[in-house]
């Protein structure tokens, strides 16, 4: 974070303000609970017991879209769900982020037919991309994290 | 914002004419969505409620939500190559969906499975059910409000996880079971992780029961919810735990034996009431008797060839393929052209953790089949879904959508 002590012992650290908002945001960053297929059943084994992504700060999986941060797009979007799946991404507020997870939502998977969108950057802009068919648990968190590593990069354009 | 726009219907209540009650269209009544995105829908659900205050007087599933076209893809592909495809079908019951389209292909050629493979593919979909309704438990329970459940089973969820990925190198989309036996046989770590399991599970079962089965709040929220009466049950189609909650004894691994199920001694509970709580019972039975059949295939697992050696229809052994001209031209042959089953139609039925899951082959004698139906049982619940659910509070119909236990991708495909 690049915190530097210059005031001695007064318990005060200067840090530029871009470093202390990224970090705050990427220490609480709530995903929607948006389960489409299989990978949502991957998605619920790291939410629970044994991989447990509340430690990544994400303990709460927020079913409505006004509150949360990141929709994991976990498993295949058909042509008559994208219209939903774009319309819960414009109703998310401001900063948020998508992880597309699994091979499906990438790029259609093994599903290269008439009814699966092939991969969901044609709806909405992804941020990381998660392979597997699905996806194990360590590689979404190890997706989420590289999502972390992404947004401390981000600049503040608008100081208002 | 143009969504929030877009989310306000502007249609014409009129247009629901036939859907909804005259009540609705006269305004009495109110008509409201529910879902796609919902947290209790299981998946990709979506429910046009009519409300009357909290009532709910009609309920109108619309699915395909997660429509995949599986079925449609499968006619392009060889036989053997559609085998994964099923997997991604009822994603909690991998095994069980391989099962029924192995045994469909394997009717269609008449093609004999080793004891061997039989009983390692009972040992193996058994851990499946155990495995999808743990996942069954934890959601139905998070849905009423007990969190902790959920927490729980995934927990002992991971280790059946564990030995999925010994048996075939993937934790849930195994593609494990192949025309004609298995894709490989079972490596030597997998029978001490199955008794380890064994072991552990029937006190955490204990553990759930604790929880849930006198808790007064769950009792509340599921006894006397959801009530299908033995007609109704039988006249809607539903199969599985949704009949055998209303008191019918119909398990087709008892009333129609398949992969040497009639070898095991198990039970097949029933319920009495018809209600949320006795399908709850039936299903945390289920997974005790699951166990008991685990712990049998386990046991007496005979020795032998893992699959069978038709050599026009399974792939040689590997090992032969350097040494054998024949071997490496079936190979080829089947790698490349696919096998080719005799003209015919069948149609198999396996006993999915849902109900009654059907397999309905026709071929052509070419390498790819002519038709692939699916009857899934998470469908056939959905259309009783309307039936169970008049007449409760809109609270109540989340308890509901999870006593049928559908999984959208089964009812979609």
Redesign the interface.
């Known amino acids: 974070m690049g915190v530097t002590s210059k005031l001695g012992d007064l318990g005060i650290v200067t840090v530029r303000l871009e470093d202390a908002v990224n970090w705050a945001r990427t220490r609480a960053m709530w995903p929607m609970l948006f389960g489409l297929a299989c990978c949502a059943i991957e998605m619920m084994s790291t939410q629970a017991s044994v991989y447990d992504l509340s430690r990544f700060g994400m303990e709460l999986m927020r079913p409505s879209p006004r509150q949360s941060d990141l929709m994991i797009v976990a498993g295949r979007v058909s042509r008559k769900m994208a219209p939903v799946l774009r319309q819960l991404y414009d109703q998310m507020p401001d900063p948020k982020w998508v992880l597309s997870m699994g091979d499906c939502a990438s790029c259609g998977g093994v599903y290269n037919n008439y009814a699966i969108v092939q991969g969901v950057d044609e709806i909405v802009p992804v941020d990381v991309y998660v392979a597997g068919c699905p996806p194990r648990p360590e590689q979404l968190i190890h997706g989420i994290i590289t999502l972390h590593e992404r947004v401390k990069q981000e600049r503040i354009t608008d100081w208002a | 914002?143009?969504?929030?726009q877009?989310?306000v219907w502007a249609g014409d209540i009129q247009q629901l004419k036939g859907l909804v009650s005259e009540r609705a269209l006269n305004g009495e009544t109110i008509v409201l969505n529910m879902g796609?995105?919902?947290?209790s829908t299981h998946?990709?659900l979506r429910l046009m409620l009519e409300l009357d205050g909290e009532t709910v007087v009609t309920c109108v599933p619309d699915i395909?939500?997660?429509?995949?076209?599986?079925e449609?893809?499968m006619e392009a592909k060889q036989y053997e190559k559609s085998i994964?495809?099923t997997d991604?079908m009822d994603?909690?019951n991998p095994m069980g969906n391989n099962l029924a389209y192995c045994l469909a292909i394997e009717k269609i050629i008449d093609l004999d499975v080793p004891l061997r493979a039989q009983y390692l593919r009972v040992l193996l979909t058994e851990l499946t059910r155990i495995n999808s309704h743990l996942?069954w438990l934890?959601?139905h329970a998070l849905d009423i409000g007990a969190m902790s459940v959920?927490?729980?089973c995934?927990?002992e969820?991971?280790k059946l996880?564990d030995i999925f990925e010994i048996v075939s190198g993937q934790?849930?989309?195994t593609t494990y079971f192949r025309p004609g036996g298995l894709w490989r046989d079972v490596p030597e770590e997998f029978e001490p992780a199955v008794r380890d399991f064994i072991s552990y599970f029937p006190a955490r079962i204990e553990d759930y029961e604790r929880l849930l089965t006198d808790n007064p709040l769950w009792l509340d929220r599921t006894q006397g919810i959801g009530f299908l009466s033995a007609q109704d049950a039988v006249a809607l189609g539903c199969t599985g735990p949704t009949l055998r909650g209303s008191g019918i004894n119909w398990d087709i691994r008892k009333a129609l034996p398949y992969s040497s199920y009639e070898h095991f001694e198990f039970d097949v509970p029933l319920g009495q009431h018809g209600d949320v709580y006795d399908r709850y019972l039936i299903r945390v039975e289920e997974m005790r008797q699951s166990l008991r059949i685990v712990q049998q295939a386990l046991d007496s697992l005979p020795d032998g060839p893992f699959r069978s050696n038709n050599r026009k229809y399974v792939p040689p052994p590997r090992s032969e393929l350097g040494t054998s001209m024949e071997a490496l031209i079936h190979h080829f042959k089947l790698w490349t052209e696919g096998f080719r089953p005799p003209e015919g139609e069948v149609y198999v039925r396996v006993e999915s953790p849902r109900g009654e899951l059907g397999c309905y082959l026709i071929s052509d004698g070419s390498p790819k089949p002519w038709r692939v139906h699916f009857r899934t049982p998470s469908f056939i619940h959905l259309s009783a879904l309307p039936h169970l659910a008049k007449g409760y509070l809109i609270a109540d119909l989340v308890g509901i959508i999870g006593t049928i236990d559908i999984v959208?991708?089964d009812a979609?495909r």
Not at chain 2, 64 to 70: E, N, R, S
């Open positions: 914002m143009s969504g929030l877009d989310s796609p995105q919902h947290p998946g990709v395909g939500y997660l429509h995949t076209g599986i449609k893809n994964t495809m991604r994603y909690l996942v934890g959601t959920f927490l729980y995934f927990r969820r991971e996880q934790r849930m989309m959208l991708g979609d």
